[in-house]
């Protein structure tokens, strides 16, 4: 089983920034790719970003290319998405999620094994 809990949503003003963190624990060694997903309220999950767990490719969605950046410290355990330029459509709850079974940078939430609870994001205009 892997554990995930996410922290560093908040309220920021449109162009802001902001760093999320998931900080993993448990079957980490068994993960083979992390994602990023958020949800709106009265929206579907939609997937953000994925990176391999053991370095390497990233994937954005087209969405948030150019302004979020998803990078990973094998060292803590721990992934980060770095936001900038928010909008106040990023505004959602952000999900981290790990992935055990498939050896590719996953853009399902089905594809997703374990998750975390979620950090509220907001994003002022």
């Known amino acids: 089983q892997v554990h995930l809990v996410e922290s560093g949503g908040g309220l920021v003003q449109a162009g802001g920034s902001l760093r999320l963190s998931c900080a993993a624990s448990?079957?980490?060694?068994?993960?083979?790719?992390m994602s990023w997903f958020r949800q709106a309220p009265g929206k579907e999950r939609e997937y953000v970003a994925a990176i391999y767990w053991n370095g390497g490719s990233t994937d954005y969605a087209a969405s948030v290319k150019g302004r979020f950046t998803i990078s990973r410290d094998g060292a803590k355990n721990t992934m980060h998405l770095q936001m900038n330029s928010l909008k106040p459509e990023d505004t959602a709850v952000y999900y981290c999620?790990?992935?055990?079974?498939?050896?590719?940078?996953?853009?399902?939430?089905?594809?997703?094994?374990?998750w975390g609870q979620g950090t509220q994001v907001t994003v002022s205009s």
């Open positions: 448990g079957r980490t060694f068994s993960t083979y790719t």
């Open positions: 999620a790990a992935n055990l079974r498939y050896y590719e940078l996953k853009t399902t939430d089905t594809a997703y094994d374990y």
